[in-house]
Each structure stands twice: as C-alpha cells, then as structure tokens.
C-alpha cells in the first residue's frame, strides 16, 4: 500500500476525444485506405490535433475529401475508369500524461 507522499504525480495531462477521418477506394467490393504519405507538398495536415491524428493514420474532414477526390482525378486524367472513394468517420481518444521520474545523473 502506498501512502499520499509515494503517490504518482501526472503533471501535464491532456486528454479529451475528437473526430478524425480516413478516405478510402472500392476495389473488387472492398474498401481499402488510400495510400498516403506526409510530405511538405500536396494536401497539408491538419494542425488541429495533427500529431495524435497522424500517429494513429487519420485526417481532418477537408484533408480527407481532398484525398479521395484527388486520387479519384489521378485516374479520370489518365482516362481510366474512377474508383469509388469516400470518407469514414472516426472517433478518436487519446489520454496524454507525464510525471518526473527524477533529476538526471551524471
């Protein structure tokens, strides 16, 4: 049993839930992720929320919508026939701590 002095003290937290979205394609009857990649060009990342959304693979709505009617483009430029794209809605958690584990040594 632990007395009040030795219990853990979290300092900062954060936590709370939001809503983050993915697009996907039909491809054969299935629904797949679009293949996306986070760089300097192209659809920016949200800033709200960016960092737990992109560890976890998810977008802002916006985001999302520019993703599946951009990869839906790629093809109608090439004349080839357009997938089915849409948007799916996620509800995301996240619970954020940390605690001094104590001053380094050395």
Same mark, same amino acid.
């Given at each position: 049993?632990?007395?009040?002095?030795?219990?853990?003290?979290?300092? %900062?937290?954060?936590?709370?839930?939001?809503? $983050?979205?993915? $697009?996907?394609?039909? =491809?054969?009857?299935?629904? !797949? &992720?679009? &293949?996306? =990649?986070?760089?300097?060009?192209?659809? +920016?990342? %949200?800033?709200?929320?960016?960092?737990?959304?992109?560890? @976890?693979?998810?977008?802002?709505? =916006?985001?999302?919508?520019?993703? $599946?009617? *951009?990869?839906? *483009?790629?093809?109608?430029?090439?004349?080839? #026939? /357009? %997938?089915?794209? !849409?948007?799916? =809605?996620?509800? /995301?958690?996240?619970?954020? #701590?940390? !605690?001094? @584990?104590? +001053?380094?040594?050395?």
């Amino acid at each position: 049993m632990t007395s009040k002095s030795e219990e853990i003290k979290w300092c %900062p937290t954060q936590s709370g839930s939001y809503t $983050a979205y993915k $697009a996907e394609f039909c =491809e054969g009857g299935k629904w !797949r &992720p679009i &293949p996306t =990649e986070h760089k300097k060009k192209g659809i +920016p990342f %949200p800033d709200f929320m960016g960092g737990i959304s992109r560890q @976890v693979g998810l977008c802002g709505f =916006e985001q999302s919508k520019a993703i $599946a009617w *951009a990869y839906a *483009a790629c093809f109608a430029g090439v004349g080839a #026939k /357009v %997938p089915k794209v !849409r948007v799916v =809605e996620y509800d /995301v958690s996240y619970n954020i #701590k940390a !605690r001094v @584990v104590g +001053p380094m040594k050395g």
